[in-house]
């Protein structure tokens, strides 16, 4: 037991006399105890909150730490390090992964925390000392027993695969084939490359007995079908809760029984796919129950809850920003409800910078932070923090640095920060939090929008079963996620199409009415028809785009200037106190190329601008204006603001207008073979209302409102 109270670097080199001593890296050489030294042979050196000691004299550390009262478990530093519990952290096991040609790559120690816990680290060799961290095979880590693999399959040997390397050694002990992949299971802890390891071989899954353990088990095997040569799960008879195949050794099993049990084993077949189609509908049923939203909020909603469960297969990950104009208007209740239907959740309001980032980078949540606006309108370093940790969590392998104290010493560390997250809260995101999600508009609920008390027992219970066939999905259609390249509509900007690019990839996997119901959605929720983003050198271009519609020859920068003045839904009329004139106009501008030049009008040469000198800026920054002013001053519908703009647009492309009567071009729109008017309500809304389209597809008139307000 340790005698000595060891809380920082500080206080383990007080213990070394001060004179002499080096400076090194990281550290310092000092007097070690253990022999009669005379120059400074013993390097104590901190790498990442663990404190090495190492003497290049070859005493054994044990016998140095115990000379000044410590015991190995005093060398290891976190965050939270209290010195009485020393004694919980105990180093119990060391296991040795080989790469390929047989060189130590990198050691999994496991340590014991007592109470019945455990923890698991990395460490690997550099320079001759051992230092945190799996060194190059951070990205790229092996399997347990690595070299022996080829041979095992090359002699048609079953490898069996339980969790942990403290359950393969008795197996090959006991002459058997045991592999195992490093940290145990839980989510994302088998990778692709495992599988590739084990490509040809018979495999024997031997599951701990317990849910986690079970699961990871189906996610290994989902992984190896059609890969392997075979695949069986064996769950050993008689283990206790939480068992495992030490138990069922210690419990009087032979390595012989187990391979009988194998024998008699079924081959593992994946269950029939669930039909993903319904278990959305079934999805955004139960999110109904609960909270009433509109249509496209309610087909992005049941994809990106299907997504957090198979955000192993994405790149990027959309945020869902929940938001209302005023108070009261279900934000809270929508995250409740995600939060037992999503994977990991870990539903918060405020939290320090540091333990949101150390969070996300150790468990990968699915993030719902709720009051998102009180955040960034907090202490500055705070909202920074934050904002950076959104700006870089949205991509894989994105990461937030913080300053972490060493010693007397300070460092940057980068700590990955990709997962899902949902955001809630009250006005304007910034601009770059903004272009990474997807916005679900609140309102408060009218009388005649009824909806389920909230218990949360109830809530589960109904949950529970629906999360399961998520997990169970997942499992499987992993791999075909990953594979998939989904159509983007073109009117999303590049990174609108990057964020929704699983959720289509989802919807096209669904079929049926759920691809075009999610490109739909994303036109209504993430389309540039949605203005409430834009810059305002963007909103000057959409204006100047509206005013100069139809619109022949030059225009004068004062006529420019009173037309844009006049528009009373634009900002123009009051700058700070002051009305656009043509000045200002022109240095607006000036950063898109376009400056006044001298035009003609009669006998008239004032300063001013020709249609043809802002087609480049409309193209780059304002690709999607609506075709004609007349669509784009339309009251918006109630379902969201880029639904005008999206049917004004395909019905441009046809040559016709939305609001037009006029037939379309023979051959075209072929309104004499028309669809049948639907014979079932909506079967998200139950709503019989229907309007049909241009291009002859029948909307359910509540769930996505005809331009106009028409019904």
Same mark, same amino acid.
């Given at each position: ?21 080096? #400076? ?12 009669? &030294? ?59 992964? +080989?790469?390929?040609?047989?060189? +130590? ?32 095979? #951070? ?27 403290? #359950? ?206 009180? =955040?960034?309108?907090?202490?500055? +370093?705070?909202? +920074? ?19 972490? #104290? ?13 997962? =899902? ?26 009388? &005649? ?218 051959? &075209? ?43």
């Amino acid at each position: 037991m340790s005698t000595t109270k060891i809380r920082s670097f500080d206080d383990i080199l007080a213990l070394f006399p001060e004179s002499p001593r080096q #400076k090194i890296l990281d550290g310092w050489n000092v007097i070690c105890p253990a022999h009669q &030294d005379k120059n400074p042979s013993l390097s104590v050196t901190l790498k990442a909150n663990k404190i090495l000691v190492n003497c290049q004299a070859g005493c054994k550390t044990e016998d140095v730490l115990k000379l000044k009262g410590l015991i190995l478990a005093d060398l290891f530093l976190d965050s939270n390090h209290r010195p009485e519990d020393n004694k919980q952290k105990t180093l119990v096991a060391t296991f040795n992964y +080989e790469c390929e040609k047989g060189k +130590e790559a990198y050691q999994i120690r496991r340590f014991d925390l007592g109470n019945g816990n455990k923890t698991f680290e990395a460490w690997h060799k550099k320079d001759g000392q051992y230092i945190s961290g799996m060194g190059e095979y #951070k990205d790229k880590p092996i399997l347990y027993h690595l070299p022996k693999i080829p041979e095992w399959k090359a002699t048609g040997r079953r490898i069996y695969l339980p969790e942990g390397e403290g #359950k393969v050694d008795p197996i090959v002990a006991q002459g058997g084939a045991a592999s195992t992949s490093p940290f145990g299971a839980g989510p994302k802890k088998w990778r692709a490359e495992y599988s590739e390891t084990l490509a040809g071989a018979e495999v024997i899954i031997l599951p701990d007995n317990d849910k986690p353990g079970r699961d990871f088990a189906q996610a290994k095997a989902a992984s190896l079908y059609g890969i392997a040569k075979s695949i069986k799960i064996l769950e050993l008879p008689g283990l206790p809760e939480k068992g495992d195949i030490i138990d069922w050794f210690n419990a009087g099993g032979t390595f012989g029984q187990l391979e009988r049990l194998a024998n008699e084993a079924p081959e593992w077949k994946p269950a029939p796919e669930e039909e993903l189609g319904g278990l959305l509908a079934d999805v955004e049923r139960f999110i109904s129950l609960y909270v009433s939203t509109g249509g496209a909020e309610r087909t992005a909603l049941a994809l990106w809850v299907a997504h957090t469960h198979a955000i192993e297969a994405a790149e990027c990950t959309p945020y869902l920003y929940v938001t209302s104009p005023e108070k009261q208007s279900g934000k809270t209740r929508l995250l409740e409800v995600l939060a037992l239907l999503v994977a990991h959740p870990w539903f918060t309001a405020r939290v320090s910078a540091a333990v949101l980032v150390r969070k996300v980078s150790r468990d990968a949540p699915t993030l719902l932070l709720d009051e998102i606006d009180s =955040a960034f309108k907090a202490d500055k +370093e705070y909202s +920074e923090a934050l904002r950076g940790l959104l700006n870089a969590g949205y991509r894989r392998g994105g990461v937030a640095s913080l300053c972490i #104290k060493k010693g007397g010493d300070f460092d940057l560390v980068d700590f990955p920060v990709f997962c =899902a997250k949902v955001l809630s809260g009250i006005g304007q995101l910034p601009d770059t939090v903004a272009d990474r999600s997807i916005r679900i508009n609140m309102k408060r609920r009218s009388p &005649d929008e009824p909806v389920e008390r909230f218990r949360l027992r109830a809530a589960q219970a109904q949950a529970s079963p629906l999360r399961d066939r998520l997990e169970q999905w997942a499992n499987v259609a992993v791999t075909r996620l990953a594979d998939a390249r989904p159509v983007l509509p073109e009117e999303l900007s590049d990174r609108s199409a990057d964020v929704w690019e699983p959720l289509f990839a989802e919807a096209d996997m669904a079929g049926g009415e759920w691809p075009s119901r999610s490109r739909q959605a994303a036109g209504v929720l993430s389309s540039h028809a949605d203005d409430d983003g834009l810059s305002w050198g963007a909103q000057l271009l959409r204006d100047i785009a509206l005013v100069l519609d139809g619109r022949e020859g030059p225009v004068p920068s004062g006529e420019l200037v009173t037309a844009l003045v006049e528009r009373e839904e634009s900002p123009w009329g009051d700058l700070r106190g002051r009305p656009l004139d043509a000045r200002k106009l022109a240095r607006m501008l000036r950063p898109y190329g376009i400056r006044p030049h001298t035009v003609r009008l009669g006998n008239a040469t004032p300063k001013g601008y020709q249609a043809e000198d802002f087609g480049d800026a409309f193209t780059r920054y304002i690709p999607r204006i609506a075709a004609t002013t007349a669509t784009q001053d339309t009251p918006k519908a109630n379902s969201g603001p880029g639904l005008v703009a999206d049917v004004a647009d395909v019905a441009d492309k046809k040559g016709i207008r939305a609001d037009d009567d006029t037939p379309p071009p023979p051959g &075209d729109l072929k309104h004499n073979e028309l669809p049948d008017y639907p014979t079932s309500p909506c079967h998200i809304c139950s709503c019989s209302d229907y309007w049909l389209t241009d291009w002859n597809k029948w909307l359910c008139s509540r769930c996505y409102p005809k331009p106009g307000g028409e019904s």
